[in-house]
Nanobody, 124 residues
């Protein structure tokens, strides 16, 4: 089992920054994919960014150039640095983990483990 705990959400004005963290504990695989997903009220969950065990990353077009995903070498910590935040970034953000590579999974259905979520609110 893998346990994920997010922290770092909050409220910020448009143009501001927030840093989300996710602590990973329990069993960890040598090959894995970790990601951040978000869900706004009334909307489907969407992928924000992923990072594989080899360090390769991918981002949703809506956050490219503004958000940066990173992890520590042990795979025990995941971070999402969010800059130039917009009101449309308001959502509950979840970290997720799966064994193996990072598949095309826009809603995260292929991820096995999830955190409890942390709220991000961006006001205009």
């Amino acid at each position: 089992q893998v346990q994920l705990v997010e922290s770092g959400g909050g409220s910020v004005q448009a143009g501001g920054s927030l840093r989300l963290s996710c602590a990973v504990s329990g069993y960890r695989y040598s090959g894995y994919c970790m990601g951040w997903f978000r869900q706004a009220p009334g909307k489907e969950r969407e992928g924000v960014a992923t990072i594989a065990s080899d360090g390769s990353t991918s981002y949703a077009d809506s956050v490219k150039g503004r958000f940066t995903i990173s992890r520590d070498n042990a795979g025990s910590s995941l971070v999402l640095q969010m800059n130039s935040l917009k009101p449309e970034d308001t959502a509950t953000y979840y970290c997720a983990y799966r064994r193996g590579g990072c598949p095309y999974s826009p809603t995260g259905r292929s991820f096995d483990y999830w955190g409890q979520g942390t709220q991000v609110t961006v006001s205009s």
